[in-house]
């Protein structure tokens, strides 16, 4: 059984900084890539930044130069630090990983339980 589990969520001010952590956890054989999601209230989840395993990285524009993903492979975690946070960055943050449990299986799709980040005066 695999486990991510989410954590660092929480209410900030406009402008201010979070970071949020990711560790995965359970019969794992290997993580390929690792991802943070958020969904809004009444809006689909989208994808906010994604890094590979050798660390290349993706970035939703609407959060570029502002969030910063990296990963711990010896940890199994993916963070993601979180500056000049905006109101409209608000939404619940989950964690996503491409996991092989063996060595002869192919890597499937795991979500954690998300995280609630509020940005707010």
């Known amino acids: 059984q695999v486990q991510l589990v989410e954590s660092g969520g929480g209410l900030v001010q406009p402008g201010g900084s979070l970071r949020l952590s990711c560790a995965a956890s359970g019969s794992i054989f290997s993580i390929y890539a690792m991802g943070w999601y958020r969904q809004a209230p009444g809006k689909q989840r989208e994808l906010v930044a994604v890094?590979?395993?050798?660390?290349?990285?993706n970035y939703a524009d609407s959060v570029k130069g502002r969030f910063t993903i990296s990963r711990d492979n010896a940890k199994n975690t993916a963070y993601l630090q979180m500056d000049s946070l905006k109101p409209e960055d608000t939404a619940v943050y989950y964690c996503?990983?491409?996991?092989?449990?063996?060595?002869?299986?192919?890597?499937?799709?795991?979500w954690g339980q998300g995280t609630q980040v509020t940005v707010s005066s």
């Open positions: 996503n990983a491409a996991i092989r449990v063996g060595a002869g299986t192919l890597p499937d799709a795991y």
């Open positions: 890094i590979s395993r050798d660390s290349s990285t």
